[in-house]
């Protein structure tokens, strides 16, 4: 009698009112991929069975991993919304060699890889011992491009890896490896010198994706390391001097690189060279100009003017063809699963668990900055992909991943919650 009490307080603490957003985001699914079906003169089948498989699954996922542990049911809808936003965009803008029924199988492995991570940071105890193997295999992974045999060159970087018909970025997913590594590393408010392996590691990191010229990876590294160490040491001297010399190897790196120069230059006027290295930009600026605040509409833009319109430049492709005004929402869901993340982070119970929903959801800000600001030329491009929406196996398994890690902490905080809600009913009633 008391267990079961007990699980019904731990799932109303995570539900909350999350019931009218559920509805909200299936109606959305539902109606926008009814849009695409009909919107020609032969019905696309394809978008006809996404129009029910999309709210259908979201619901499904929603309820089975609610009923499996009390998670926090707000992240999952909205992380859930964001995986459908790139499904639907795709389908209503990809060539034929880029299929929503293709990104649609990357969700499904997302949902595994989310429904995994959250069971792997529930069991995972011992995370002191076993986190020197885990720095050994990230640093391995991230090195793997380098092998003759399988290592791949694509995009200006030789950051992927072959596996047969599949090829797969190691730095996306060594992304919540490398967060658990900082978190261990830096829990329990160490002292500087303690921290020192967990910066060499990360270092080592940032060396090896230098070398391949994966620019963005490197700065997601480096800021979120920076940003986890403040947070675990306060000690504002010391990362306010890990910005110092991250900048100061960006102007060395700005100096000695021609491919970094030339993204400064593209940045700094992309007209320079409108039909090749500012093409790109370009395009992106023209294609956010013309959806104006509402939008062109589904089908009616031309975002497959611009090159990576699917993967680099989606956030544009969206904004043309939503509106202004639906993008500046899209940032605000990101900007509410942050919000929701730090308030995980703060009720974790333990320093390990807080400083890594913290580190998940800053690189999630972090990543999110990135490619809307190198879309519309705030920042330089930096080849970074829109998580959960952009079209790609590797980036949207391994952000499943991680908001699977993030949901997992949240379900144990509710755990604790709940039993300490109970052991102060039993003291109130004298019988603890």
Not at 2 to 9: A, E, P, S, V
Not at 180 to 188: D, E, V
Not at 224 to 252: D, H, R
């Amino acid at each position: 009698m008391r267990h079961n009490k007990l699980d019904r307080m731990k799932r109303a603490l995570m539900r909350s009112n999350t019931k009218l957003l559920l509805s909200a985001v299936m109606l959305f699914q539902a109606l926008a991929m009814l849009l695409i079906a009909f919107q020609k003169g032969t019905v696309n089948a394809q978008a006809l069975v996404l129009a029910a498989a999309l709210p259908a699954g979201t619901w499904l996922i929603t309820r089975l991993m609610g009923r499996v542990w009390p998670v926090d049911r707000a992240i999952l809808i909205l992380v859930l919304f964001l995986c459908s936003v790139g499904v639907i965009t795709l389908s209503d803008i990809a060539k034929s060699d880029i299929t929503p029924r293709t990104q649609a199988v990357y969700a499904l492995g997302g949902v595994v890889a989310m429904f995994a991570g959250a069971a792997f940071i529930r069991r995972w105890r011992h995370w002191k011992k076993t986190t020197a193997l885990l720095m050994g295999l990230c640093l391995l992974a991230l090195a793997s491009p380098f092998a003759p045999v399988i290592g791949i060159y694509k995009y200006g970087a030789r950051n992927w890896v072959g596996l047969g018909p599949i090829s797969v970025q190691p730095s996306e997913f060594m992304k919540p490896i490398l967060i658990l590594c900082l978190a261990s590393g830096f829990s329990n408010r160490p002292r500087f010198a303690r921290c020192v392996p967990t910066i060499a590691f990360a270092a080592l990191c940032c060396g090896v994706l230098l070398a391949e010229k994966d620019l963005g990876a490197v700065l997601l590294y480096f800021l979120t390391t920076v940003f986890m160490y403040y947070v675990a040491t306060s000690n504002a001297f010391i990362s306010l001097a890990g910005l110092g010399m991250g900048a100061g190897a960006a102007v060395i790196a700005y100096r000695a690189l021609p491919y970094v120069q030339d993204r400064v230059a593209i940045w700094q006027n992309p007209w320079i060279d409108p039909q090749e290295t500012g093409y790109q930009l370009i395009q992106s600026l023209i294609a956010i100009g013309s959806g104006g605040l509402f939008g062109m509409g589904l089908g009616m833009g031309m975002p497959r003017d611009i090159p990576l319109y699917h993967s680099d430049f989606i956030f544009a492709s969206i904004t043309e063809e939503f509106g202004l005004i639906f993008a500046i929402g899209l940032l605000a869901v990101y900007v509410l699963i942050i919000m929701r993340g730090l308030i995980v982070a703060f009720n974790a119970r333990t320093s390990f668990h807080s400083l890594a929903a913290f580190g998940l959801v800053i690189m999630l800000g972090l990543q999110t900055m990135l490619i809307a600001g190198g879309n519309t030329k705030l920042l330089p491009l930096s080849g970074v992909t829109l998580p959960l929406i952009c079209y790609g196996g590797s980036s949207l398994v391994s952000t499943f991943f991680s908001m699977g890690l993030l949901l997992g902490l949240s379900s144990m905080n509710a755990e604790d919650e709940a039993r300490d809600i109970e052991t102060l009913e039993l003291r109130e009633e004298g019988t603890f």
